[in-house]
């Protein structure tokens, strides 16, 4: 009886770790792409010809804040700083002079990896169409890695840190006034 019971237990456990073994590799399969995934995926095209990447890290940020803070006079301007503070890392991909080819392969392949980020908004402004995607943490309360894709523009920007959503909801309420 208790060699029934032990074999029983071992189904169990074995179920179950399978059951959650299956569980992650679904997860990890599905999970959304973020920023450095992109910026990674998309680095082969940093040599060439007519695409740019600009990339400014924590410490050059730090700098560029401290003296923008100096300069800042209205509240749009304070409210864009405020927005900032949570960001490590700056990274804007131009393609914009390149080869037509370039930038219908990079439009394409930016679309695709993008369609397994998770999209906060998108919105036509003039001719443009803007999309924006982050990864929402702590029930909403801020964005992280921030990404705007603006196709036609032939342009990405990418804000690795994170974004509290009040700050943005500041500003809205200041650029509305």
């Known amino acids: 009886m208790y060699y029934l019971k032990s074999n029983y237990m071992k189904k169990i456990i074995f179920v ?3 059951l959650l073994l299956s569980a992650f590799v679904s997860i990890a399969a599905h999970r959304n792409v973020g920023a450095k995934d992109i910026i990674s995926s998309i680095s082969e095209y940093k ?6 990447v600009i990339s400014i890290g924590k410490l050059g940020l730090g700098l560029a804040k401290g003296v923008a803070n100096l300069s800042a006079e209205s ?15 700056l990274v804007v991909i131009s393609y914009e002079d390149a080869a037509l080819a370039t930038q219908n392969e990079l439009n394409s392949k930016l679309s695709k990896l993008l369609d397994n980020a998770e999209k906060i908004l998108e919105f036509k402004d003039e001719e443009d169409t803007i999309n924006i995607y982050g990864t929402s943490v702590n029930g909403g309360e801020s964005i992280d890695d921030l990404m705007i ?5 032939y342009t990405l920007i990418c804000a690795l840190g994170s974004i509290k959503t009040e700050r943005i909801a500041d500003l809205i309420k200041i650029a509305n006034e």
């Open 149 to 153: 894709f603006i196709p036609e523009d």
């Open 75 to 89: 509240e749009e301007e304070k409210a864009i700083l405020a927005i900032l503070n949570g960001v490590n890392k």
């Open 16 to 18: 179950t770790l399978g």
């Open 47 to 52: 040599d060439v010809p007519g695409v740019e």
